[in-house]
């Protein structure tokens, strides 16, 4: 993508009503909308939230499913997700929004259990050793998402690295989170959710036609 391309879509992100883009101080000190995220949406709805949401695939398709659901996809790279919310816009999708920040700060984008489900879908697995606190589901990470989800909150990873896959499941078992389901190879099982299979990035489908398989968790938090 080209600087000028990039620099229209940082403008027109600007004029997005779904579209929040505070600063890293005005994120750790000042966020309007942490504990009020209701009153954003006007509705006492679930808040869905995607992390690391690219061009925010998911969080449009998940919204287009469940009306009666808030979705909110967050990201550091507004160019990407400016499809996401242009085309949230373009069809009226009231239940949608993005915020430009660090995932880091997701606890101090959102209150404490203010959110009902998170979704991690294709991460940076950050296979070397010195990069694991850059994973985002390492213990760290897990922390800040029990800070900000219900008791009962839901968490999604949907990757295609085995290794992340891995990862995670040894990390979740060894601490005692409860796992609800979890498979190496989401579309070769019956019982996977429906949310899982039938929905799909631009790049899962390439991952698809090479033959890579998708591996799928959903578990619960436990401290």
């Not at 085309?87 to 920040?101: C, D, K």
């Not at 800040?144 to 219900?150: E, N, P, S």
């Not at 299979?197 to 436990?222: A, V």
Request: overall charge positive; glycine content about 8%; some cysteine.
């Amino acid at each position: 993508m080209g600087s000028k391309n990039k620099l229209k879509r940082f403008q027109e992100n600007e004029t997005f009503k779904n579209v929040i883009q505070p600063t890293r101080e005005e994120a750790i000190n000042s966020f309007s909308y942490k504990g009020k995220w209701h009153s954003f949406f006007g509705n006492n709805n679930p808040i869905i939230v995607e992390l690391g949401c690219g061009k925010g695939e998911y969080t449009i398709a998940l919204a287009r499913k469940n009306p009666n659901k808030n979705y909110i996809g967050i990201d550091i790279k507004g160019a990407r997700f400016w499809r996401g919310a242009k085309t949230a816009l373009e069809e009226n999708l009231e239940n949608v929004a993005f915020v430009r920040t660090q995932i880091e700060l997701v606890d101090f984008i959102f209150a404490k259990q203010e959110v009902s489900e998170i979704w991690i879908t294709f991460p940076d697995p950050q296979i070397k050793y010195q990069r694991t606190k850059h994973r985002m589901t390492n213990a760290a990470f897990l922390k800040k998402y029990d800070a900000v989800l219900k008791e009962d909150g839901i968490i999604n990873l949907k990757t295609d690295s085995e290794f992340m896959h891995g990862y995670t499941l040894g990390l979740l078992q060894g601490a005692g989170h409860e796992i609800l389901y979890a498979n190496h190879n989401v579309y070769n099982n019956e019982g996977a959710p429906k949310e899982v299979t039938e929905t799909q990035t631009f790049y899962e489908n390439q991952y698809l036609e090479k033959g890579k398989w998708i591996t799928y968790i959903q578990f619960r938090l436990k401290y």
